[in-house]
């Protein structure tokens, strides 16, 4: 039920910090460590490679995930559209792991590579907030998000669950194969959840900025670099499908390669700079688009903004800024759309779960 709420969206948004914080305990035990079943353990430990299969929102969360176990469990790992995937496989590895990656677990393209990969023999982990449906019946193991119902058709608690969830099932391989993580993870992932305490009280400010620098555009830009160009691709999908406003996201450095062509007087850009490593640069890509004419709302985080900032997000885990910086971009979605009084909860021609190819 939506109880107070207008919609079930702005519901689920506010919800993320009660289910970071869900995640923490059910992925933890008494002596504060890790709770992995011990078969997926074995199989991070024993795969060569992993295959992230995933669709929309989905898929732009396994791309987090991707960083994730690289960096932590020292895995390869590749991300596909699970639509492509299907019929345009790439070389696979001696001894893939396949990750489904699906709120609703019934995805019919997932589902297509799914019963295609189980035909050759292959292990999959599916990743769900729906623990009995298709995709995580037919996989071999499950793991759940724990975010209860996601009503509205666009994924906004589900995206972070997915991140989070791949964030344990990481630093669990990361042990499991040996390497020593050098931050404690709850910690971390409750720093992160009082983060976004912090941003889903400041709807006003958001509001407001969504007045600024949407309200009348037709066109958007998102970008972003490394963890930011993820959640720009976000930012970009969670603004089009609600309000119509044709959105794209894009890296930072990609920009002068085409897209910039596009950039005119008072065209918005979004601009995340959450990444230390990258922030010089982002900032120049910026200068860039504001050269143009662009009207740049930057994003960025405690410890990295500048005079200019439109809003700065609190300081969490380089790791894990994603978690939070997706937050105000979906709530600025949620304002751009209901501003322009569409149908927040059931965008047009788009369905909760896609059951068709
Ligand atoms: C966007 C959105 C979709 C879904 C996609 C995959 O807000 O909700 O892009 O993420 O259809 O759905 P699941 O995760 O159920 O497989």
């Given at each position: 039920?939506?109880?107070?709420?207008?919609h079930?969206m702005?519901?689920?948004?506010?919800?993320?910090?009660?289910?970071?914080?869900?995640?923490i305990?059910?992925?933890?035990?008494?002596?504060?460590?890790?709770?992995?079943?011990?078969?997926?353990?074995?199989?991070?430990?024993s795969?060569?490679r992993i295959?992230?299969?995933a669709a929309?929102?989905s898929?732009?969360?396994g791309?987090v995930?991707?960083?994730?176990?690289e960096?932590?469990?020292?895995?390869?790992?590749?991300?596909?559209?699970?639509?492509?995937?299907?019929?345009?496989m790439p070389?696979?590895?001696?001894n893939?792991?396949?990750i489904?990656?699906?709120?609703s677990?019934?995805?019919a393209?997932s589902?297509?590579?799914?019963?295609?990969?189980k035909?050759?023999g292959?292990?999959?982990?599916?990743?769900?907030n729906v623990?009995g449906?298709?995709?995580?019946?037919?996989?071999?193991?499950?793991?759940?998000?724990?975010?209860?119902?996601?009503?509205?058709?666009?994924?906004?608690?589900?995206?972070t669950a997915?991140?989070?969830?791949l964030?344990?099932?990481?630093?669990?391989?990361?042990?499991?194969?040996?390497?020593?993580?050098?931050f404690d993870?709850?910690?971390?992932?409750?720093?992160?959840?009082n983060?976004?305490?912090?941003?889903?009280?400041?709807?006003?400010e958001?509001?407001?900025?969504?007045?600024?620098?949407?309200?009348?555009t037709?066109?958007?830009?998102?970008?972003?670099?490394?963890m930011?160009?993820y959640v720009s691709?976000?930012?970009?999908l969670?603004?089009?499908?609600?309000?119509?406003?044709?959105?794209?996201?894009?890296a930072?450095?990609?920009?002068?390669?085409?897209t910039?062509?596009?950039?005119?007087?008072?065209?918005?850009?979004?601009?995340?700079?959450?990444?230390?490593?990258v922030?010089?640069?982002?900032r120049?890509?910026?200068?860039?688009?504001?050269?143009?004419g662009?009207?740049?709302?930057?994003?960025?985080m405690?410890?990295?903004?500048?005079?200019?900032?439109?809003?700065?997000?609190?300081?969490?885990?380089?790791l894990f800024?994603?978690?939070v910086a997706?937050?105000?971009?979906?709530?600025?979605?949620?304002?751009?759309?209901l501003?322009?009084g569409?149908?927040?909860?059931?965008p047009r021609?788009l369905?909760?779960?896609?059951?068709?190819?």
């Amino acid at each position: 039920e939506k109880g107070t709420y207008a919609h079930f969206m702005l519901k689920e948004i506010d919800e993320q910090p009660i289910v970071m914080r869900k995640i923490i305990k059910e992925y933890q035990d008494e002596h504060g460590d890790l709770i992995i079943n011990e078969s997926i353990r074995a199989a991070m430990k024993s795969c060569d490679r992993i295959y992230i299969i995933a669709a929309g929102t989905s898929y732009h969360a396994g791309l987090v995930g991707k960083n994730l176990i690289e960096k932590l469990a020292h895995i390869p790992v590749e991300v596909h559209v699970s639509s492509e995937f299907s019929y345009n496989m790439p070389l696979l590895s001696e001894n893939p792991l396949f990750i489904f990656i699906s709120q609703s677990g019934e995805t019919a393209d997932s589902r297509t590579v799914l019963v295609k990969i189980k035909e050759m023999g292959y292990p999959a982990l599916t990743i769900t907030n729906v623990p009995g449906s298709t995709l995580s019946r037919e996989a071999d193991y499950t793991l759940h998000l724990h975010a209860g119902p996601e009503i509205a058709v666009a994924s906004t608690k589900a995206y972070t669950a997915q991140i989070a969830v791949l964030a344990i099932l990481a630093a669990d391989s990361a042990q499991a194969r040996g390497y020593d993580l050098e931050f404690d993870l709850f910690q971390e992932l409750g720093i992160v959840a009082n983060a976004m305490d912090v941003l889903t009280a400041q709807k006003e400010e958001l509001e407001q900025l969504t007045r600024d620098y949407l309200e009348t555009t037709r066109n958007a830009f998102f970008i972003g670099r490394s963890m930011d160009y993820y959640v720009s691709l976000e930012g970009a999908l969670k603004l089009k499908e609600i309000s119509y406003i044709q959105a794209e996201g894009f890296a930072g450095g990609e920009l002068k390669h085409g897209t910039i062509a596009l950039i005119e007087k008072g065209t918005p850009v979004i601009g995340l700079a959450t990444q230390a490593n990258v922030n010089y640069s982002i900032r120049g890509n910026i200068q860039e688009v504001v050269a143009r004419g662009a009207n740049a709302l930057i994003i960025s985080m405690k410890g990295l903004e500048q005079d200019d900032d439109a809003f700065v997000i609190p300081a969490v885990h380089e790791l894990f800024t994603s978690l939070v910086a997706v937050i105000p971009l979906q709530i600025i979605a949620y304002y751009a759309a209901l501003h322009r009084g569409a149908d927040v909860d059931k965008p047009r021609n788009l369905a909760k779960s896609v059951t068709v190819e």
